[in-house]
């Protein structure tokens, strides 16, 4: 079973799990408004000259994706795509319903064997819904939030703008709040990519993208180098978090496991943010979070107020998943303006067209996520 926080915190969830500061995570808003309202206003490095700026009302706290410095300069890539047919599956804690996330979400499945780890009652189902009622706390519920990262409706008049707006999400629950084990990730990655898990309906709608939410505190485990395998072979690329100990990855699954794609986190100023882990077999990096600072962190969408009421809310995680789901969008992209793409293709592409770090790094990979010349060298490859 993977443990709990740091060395306890299960799939070690790579979301930010390890390293919370109480005073930035988990501050949510209701709606855009209510920020607005509620926070001095903060500067700003300026959208990119010329691109246009979309009608989401917290796209302005959306710094990794427009920011000059640490952004990954998404309106570089939207004039070419935005990610139409694409599939990114985000293998974790599930998803909750969210009106920014209404109609991006295609059906998925719970792959929690265990009904203790599971939290919701049962084992195996088709009800991918993450669990417990939302709070702040060393291991949360972190679906929604990539979800949102990667794929929440863009010029809406809601909330935040995902990266690839027109792309679609298939969750893949295989962790509780705070536990799950490299079986049930497994199922989940094979099942993710289209591949057959015995007893498990198949899924109509392969992933050409999987993030994984989770990493475990052990080198790269036999029966997830399996499923990569098979995923790679099916053509799905797997994108997993360094994971957030401040050490290097080598000893964490499925980080460590040959084949993915591992993403260390950079701060707002695009240097490795403090808690990320980093190493030789780190490939890129991009927006994590400082973990310091509630505007230096990713916003996102978060599951419903833990009130009962029908508030959504949006809120700041960081970590090396955010990095992660970052990357994610941007290979959605990639695979919409190329799909004869290949997992190793969209690999290269994204780390030859990196730019690079503000600080020197040897540990993160070959620079910054670049999404403007991901997209572009994707679409020229054809």
């Known amino acids: 079973m993977m443990e709990h926080k740091r060395k306890t915190c299960a799939i070690a969830l790579a979301m930010g799990c390890a390293v919370m500061a109480a005073a930035t995570q988990g501050r949510s808003i209701p709606n855009a408004d209510a920020?607005?309202?509620?926070?001095?206003?903060?500067?700003?490095?300026?959208?990119i000259a010329g691109k246009a700026v979309p009608a989401d009302p917290l796209w302005h706290l959306q710094w990794a994706l427009h920011d000059l410095a640490g952004g990954i300069g998404v309106q570089g890539a939207w004039p070419i795509s935005r990610g139409?047919?694409?599939?990114?599956?985000?293998?974790?804690?599930?998803?909750?319903?969210?009106?920014?996330?209404?109609?991006?979400?295609?059906?998925?499945?719970?792959?929690?064997?265990?009904?203790?780890?599971?939290?919701?009652?049962?084992?195996?189902?088709?009800?991918?819904s993450e669990v417990g009622e939302w709070e702040p706390g060393p291991c949360v519920n972190f679906g929604t939030h990539l979800s949102g990262i990667i794929a929440a409706r863009a010029d809406n008049g809601?909330?935040?703008?995902?990266?690839?707006?027109?792309?679609?999400?298939?969750?893949?629950?295989?962790?509780?709040?705070?536990?799950?084990?490299?079986?049930?990730?497994?199922?989940?990655?094979?099942?993710?990519?289209?591949?057959?898990?015995?007893?498990?309906?198949?899924?109509?709608?392969?992933?050409?993208?999987?993030?994984?939410?989770?990493?475990?505190?052990?080198?790269?485990?036999?029966?997830?180098?399996?499923?990569?395998?098979?995923?790679?072979?099916?053509?799905?690329l797997v994108i997993v978090g360094a994971g957030d100990d401040g050490e290097d990855p080598a000893e964490r699954s499925p980080t460590s496991c040959s084949g993915v794609l591992a993403v260390a986190a950079a701060d707002r100023s695009g240097a490795l943010a403090q808690y990320s882990n980093?190493?030789?077999?780190?490939?890129?990096?991009?927006?994590?979070?400082?973990?310091?600072?509630?505007?230096?962190?990713?916003?996102?969408?978060?599951?419903?107020?833990?009130?009962?009421?029908?508030?959504?809310?949006?809120?700041?995680?960081?970590?090396?998943?955010?990095?992660?789901?970052?990357?994610?969008?941007?290979?959605a992209l990639m695979r919409a303006a190329n799909p004869s793409l290949d997992p190793l293709d969209v690999r290269d592409i994204l780390m030859d067209t990196a730019r690079p770090m503000s600080a020197p790094c040897t540990g993160c990979g070959t620079g910054l996520l670049d999404a403007g010349s991901a997209v572009e060298a994707a679409r020229d490859s054809r």
């Not at 990519?193 to 392969?206: E, L, S, W």
């Not at 960081?318 to 969008?329: P, W």
């Open 278 to 331: 980093a190493g030789r077999l780190i490939h890129l990096s991009a927006p994590g979070g400082n973990g310091r600072f509630i505007d230096d962190d990713i916003w996102s969408t978060t599951k419903p107020s833990w009130d009962g009421s029908t508030n959504f809310l949006y809120t700041t995680h960081h970590g090396t998943a955010m990095a992660a789901a970052h990357v994610a969008g941007v290979a």
């Open 158 to 236: 809601e909330g935040v703008a995902g990266i690839a707006p027109e792309a679609k999400i298939l969750p893949v629950r295989v962790a509780g709040r705070c536990g799950g084990t490299a079986v049930d990730m497994g199922d989940g990655i094979v099942w993710a990519a289209g591949g057959t898990i015995n007893g498990v309906p198949d899924n109509p709608h392969p992933a050409s993208v999987i993030v994984v939410e989770s990493t475990g505190p052990w080198p790269c485990d036999r029966y997830s180098a399996d499923a990569i395998r098979l995923a790679r072979s099916l053509g799905a």
């Open 35 to 47: 920020y607005r309202t509620q926070s001095e206003p903060i500067a700003v490095t300026p959208d």
């Open 84 to 128: 139409a047919g694409s599939v990114v599956a985000v293998v974790g804690t599930g998803i909750s319903g969210h009106p920014d996330l209404e109609g991006q979400v295609l059906p998925g499945f719970d792959f929690v064997t265990s009904i203790q780890l599971s939290e919701d009652g049962d084992g195996r189902d088709d009800d991918p």
